[in-house]
């Protein structure tokens, strides 16, 4: 390889404008490295034919020069010979100037991506000019035949720890103490910036045999590519809020305490040692993410944000939370974590995960946000870090209207929608109300609509729909289809009903307008018990609620949430009602006998925890900001100490003949066949039955008429009646118009 002239090593004395213009000169010098190494192993020109054929046959000229001599030294084939006096002179020149342009760089404040890793993991010179040696093959192919040559083997085309010694140390002494810097603690090594290979077939091979090659990552931080690492690619992004906020807002003041928290934390020397861990927690939606955006505009720094569920379905996950770690050092960037809980279960292998990602953020991350929904305490396990709790909630009314106004557009076709009746409904976060009107915006175009209209109609389903994509799963939801004109009922609870209506429709007015909801903690949503025996109307009486208000209605079937097990009960009660909390769904629970029943005396703990039980489901409706419902049967089992929580307590009563007349004669759609000779009056009279049971003979009846000349008629009512009766069990007592008409 011809050395360059003299003058052309002496050109530029100024700082360096680039990393690439600083990478230049170091890879000028590794050249000028090679060429003092090649010298010193071959000397002067050989006219030996089997020269050209070195690293592949071993001669006999080539065991003299390894064997001692008689004094002990080795001859010159590895020997420390000298190199011509020209090479050294143009070594130490190149040295000297990069040496100067390096110390301008740092004066004019020029970052230089070498030495700025160097700093960043503690590294000295020869580790730097170690990096060097392991990415010029990552540069240009030229080094693999070098590498090959000066290593006297063509199958080592990676730089061996012998070879990088042999380049940058110049005595057995220097190598013996250079020797540590490839250790398995050492930065190279510990951070990952270098892996050690070891491709021997025969066994281990000792360390100076072991080949390097450069970390991806490192190299394209080295080349100013500014990609993200690949093995982070599927489960990261790289942002910059300064020029793209997300639309999910935080709440003002938590948002404005961070910003001002890393102004001054961030701005103070004496606290930069320390990094700082955010865990903020709240439902989906709440601005969690918003926070740390903020705190990545106040610095002026990227931000990298990682989902946790995809970071754990790799191949190797405590590798990949290492690696994400050390990503934002790198860059320099804020980290946010979201679904951090997911580290939090209790799985085989997830507390390891859990320690060694704490550990990583210890060693690399200056400030981290931990995103996830429930509360969490480190415990000591961030000795060396400053932790913060925050809670993101679910805004209150007021907010949730701004939040309506701020993200609806102009000119969109939906200002008939009352926002403010949606932001009473749908206890949403800023990210649920974007999604909804994603969603609504969605389906209105699938309906071809005018671009970006969104219809009424269309918003409040996007709305029922993104409420309570959970509690399908813990509930069973009924499509609500009765109306007022369908339940017959006695004017008092009628009314009762009524009432539950209008509490639920003006909750905007008087919690939001009149200031009721700085008043009280708890007691804000609806809790009602429908009493009655068994087909009274108590569920139909909660459909027709559902269907008034347009909200949703899930059925709980308290005998099957109801456990055996202590503190099971409990958990599957938090479960529903945390799920129902945003779309405020109607929650319905059936056989509450299973769980109430007069206060028990205490005998036993068992005895002791159904009380608990009782009383923890009591609370959670009071803290439920929707409408909640109890149906027993038995309303003198409930004790008068838990009724006095509920708001109301509507008396389901068994129907006379008059609303048993009443309850015939909606019975029937509009459509069906009914024949002339159907006598309402007589039905009500000789059939003393709840409206539940009526509604089956009816629908009996309706299939015995339509494999029987498609009419009902009245014998085909009376059947269904009997056999109405020996379903439950009963003997029913016929008069002689009966008989006849069953004969």
């Known amino acids: 390889m011809a050395l360059k002239k003299k003058h052309k090593l002496e050109e530029p004395r100024g700082a360096y404008a680039n990393s690439m213009e600083h990478l230049h000169d170091e890879l000028e010098r590794l050249n000028l490295l090679i060429k003092a190494v090649a010298h010193r192993r071959t000397g002067a020109p050989s006219a030996d034919p089997l020269d050209q054929l070195r690293g592949l046959v071993v001669t006999e000229k080539e065991i003299h020069e390894l064997l001692p001599a008689r004094g002990g030294a080795s001859a010159g084939r590895n020997g420390e010979g000298a190199i011509p006096d020209d090479l050294a002179a143009a070594l130490a020149a190149l040295e000297a100037r990069m040496e100067n342009r390096r ?14 890793l160097a700093r960043l993991f503690g590294l000295d010179r020869f580790e730097e000019e170690c990096l060097v040696i392991c990415l010029a093959p990552e540069l240009d192919r030229k080094y693999d035949k070098l590498y090959a040559y000066v290593q006297d083997d063509v199958t080592r085309k990676r730089p061996t720890i012998g070879l990088v010694l042999d380049l940058l140390c110049r005595s057995p002494e220097q190598k013996m103490l250079a020797r540590v810097s490839f250790g398995a603690l050492s930065p190279l090594r510990r951070f990952r910036l270098v892996q050690v290979v070891d491709q021997s077939p025969d066994g281990p091979s000792p360390l100076i045999g072991r080949s390097l090659k450069l970390d991806d990552c490192i190299a394209d931080l080295l080349l100013g590519c500014g990609q993200i690492d690949a093995r982070l690619e599927s489960s990261c992004t790289v942002s910059h809020p300064a020029e793209a906020p997300s639309g999910a807002n935080a709440p003002p003041e938590v948002q404005q305490r961070v910003q001002k928290f890393v102004r001054v934390y961030f701005g103070d020397v004496r606290s930069q040692q320390r990094s700082v861990v955010f865990h903020v927690h709240g439902p989906y939606g709440s601005g969690k993410r918003a926070l740390a955006e903020a705190a990545a505009r106040e610095l002026q720094l990227p931000l990298i944000v990682a989902d946790a569920d995809r970071l754990l379905a790799t191949a190797s996950p405590v590798d990949t939370l290492w690696f994400l770690a050390r990503e934002s050092c790198l ?14 279960a209790p799985e085989s292998g997830r507390d390891v995960q859990l ?16 995103c996830g929904g429930e509360v969490w305490r480190p415990q000591g396990r961030l000795s060396s870090s400053r932790f913060i709790s925050l809670k993101t909630d679910v805004p209150d009314h007021a907010t949730r209207f701004l939040h309506w ?22 206890r949403f976060t800023p990210g649920q109300i974007r999604d909804a009107l994603a969603t609504a915006r969605d389906a209105s175009r699938w309906n071809l609509a005018e671009a970006d209209e969104i219809t009424a109609e269309s918003l409040h389903n996007a709305c029922r729909a993104q409420s309570n994509p ?7 939801k009924i499509e609500p289809r009765y109306r007022w004109d369908d339940i017959v009922l006695p004017p008092d609870p009628r009314a009762q009903l009524r009432e539950i209506c209008n509490q639920a429709r003006y909750r905007r007015t008087v919690f939001g307008e009149w200031g009721f909801e700085q008043r009280l903690s708890l007691g804000k949503g609806l809790a009602a018990l ?26 709980i079937d308290l005998s099957q949430i109801v456990s055996k097990y202590i503190g099971e009960t409990e958990k599957n009660l938090d479960q529903i009602f945390a799920a129902a909390e945003s779309g405020c769904a109607i929650l319905f629970f059936d056989e509450a006998d299973a769980l109430f029943g007069k206060r ?71 459509q069906a066949p009914v024949a002339e000779d159907v006598d309402f009056n007589f039905l009500a009279r000789e059939i003393k039955m709840a409206g539940g049971c009526i509604k089956n003979i009816g629908l ?12 009902i008629h009245m014998p085909h009512l009376l059947q269904a009646a009997v056999r109405e009766h020996q379903k439950l069990g009963r003997e029913w007592r016929h008069s002689d118009k009966v008989e006849g008409a069953i004969a």
């Open 355 to 370: 320690k060694a990602f704490l550990e990583a953020l210890e060693q690399f991350s200056q400030l981290s946000f931990l």
């Open 103 to 116: 110390q301008a760089s740092v004066h004019q404040v020029i970052l230089l991506a070498l030495p700025h």
């Open 700 to 711: 009996a009846a309706a299939f015995y008429a339509a494999g029987d000349g498609g009419v």
């Open 600 to 670: 028990s005396e205490v005998r036993d703990s068992h005895d002791r925890y159904a009380n608990v039980e009782i009383s923890y489901l009591l609370q959670r409706m009071e803290e439920y900001e929707g409408i909640s419902i109890l149906a027993t049967n038995l309303r003198k089992n409930i004790d008068d100490a838990f009724t006095r929580r509920l708001q109301f307590i509507v008396q389901f009563s068994f129907p006379d003949a008059q609303y048993r007349e009443r309850i015939w004669r909606v019975l029937f759609p509009r």
């Open 331 to 344: 860059r320099p960037a804020v980290l946010c974590l979201e679904n951090f809980d997911l580290l939090l």
């Open 530 to 555: 429908f009493s009655g025996p068994p087909g009274t109307g108590k569920s139909m009486a909660a459909e027709v609620i559902a269907t008034e208000l347009g909200l949703d209605l899930y059925k």
């Open 405 to 426: 106004q701020s993200q609806v557009p102009a000119g969109n076709g939906i200002e008939e929608v009352d926002l403010g009746q949606l932001a009473a409904k749908f």
């Open 470 to 476: 959970k509690l399908a799963r813990l509930a069973r």
